[in-house]
């Protein structure tokens, strides 16, 4: 009578522990608009720094305009040493279809979101590109330098530099404890 009990009890211990694991996916979000949605919207960023245009497009836009959201069923792994996300084949489909009805991805924004809470927002830049950003970025084009096709990096600004060429203070604008603990739990940070 009292293995059944003890048995019963661990079970449920399991089955409360995999069901709060389960309720916490899904609650990262990349928000990836079109180029055309900051006109209709009406919004005008600054092309180089991080500044107070930014900060309205990430508390005023209508995450409902985003064309894609890759949230973390999309994202396999996230090694937070150089801030790479290994997206899955589903998201990795998915961000192309977006990249073609952009012609490409390049200057396409997006707002990061964690639990229904806007974290930060930039745009997409190739890792290659010129332009000297000081507002986050995410290099989507890895493939073409490390042939992993399914990667994406978020940097805190434009650099070619790897990612430890960052001050702390830099990296705290994407590199977040909470987005760190977030993945930790749903056991997808490396």
């Given amino acids: 009578m009292k293995k059944t009990v003890l048995t019963t009890i661990l079970n449920l211990g399991?089955?409360?522990?995999?069901?709060?694991?389960?309720k916490e996916e899904g609650k990262f979000k990349i928000f990836c608009f079109n180029k055309g949605v900051l006109t209709e919207e009406g919004f005008k960023l600054s092309q180089y720094d991080y500044d107070s245009t930014w900060q309205n497009f990430l508390t005023k836009v209508d995450l409902s305009k985003a064309s894609l959201v890759l949230d973390d069923s999309k994202i396999k792994s996230y090694t937070w040493e150089n801030q790479e996300l290994t997206i899955s084949e589903d998201g990795f489909q998915a961000l192309k279809e977006f990249e073609k009805s952009n012609r490409h991805l390049s200057h396409c924004k997006f707002i990061v979101v964690l639990n229904n809470q806007r974290i930060y927002s930039g745009e997409f830049l190739s890792y290659m590109s010129?332009?000297?950003v000081r507002h986050p970025v995410i290099h989507y084009?890895?493939?073409?330098?490390?042939k992993k096709t399914n990667t994406i990096r978020i940097f805190p600004e434009h650099t070619i530099e790897e990612y430890s060429f960052f001050p702390t203070k830099t990296r705290g604008i994407t590199a977040t404890e909470e987005i760190k603990n977030y993945f930790s739990v749903i056991n997808k940070l490396k």
Avoid at 14 to 22: E, K, P, Q, R, V
Avoid at 141 to 146: E, V
């Fill in 14 to 22: 399991f089955a409360c522990l995999f069901s709060s694991m389960t």
């Fill in 130 to 132: 010129a332009m000297a």
């Fill in 141 to 146: 084009d890895l493939g073409a330098m490390s």
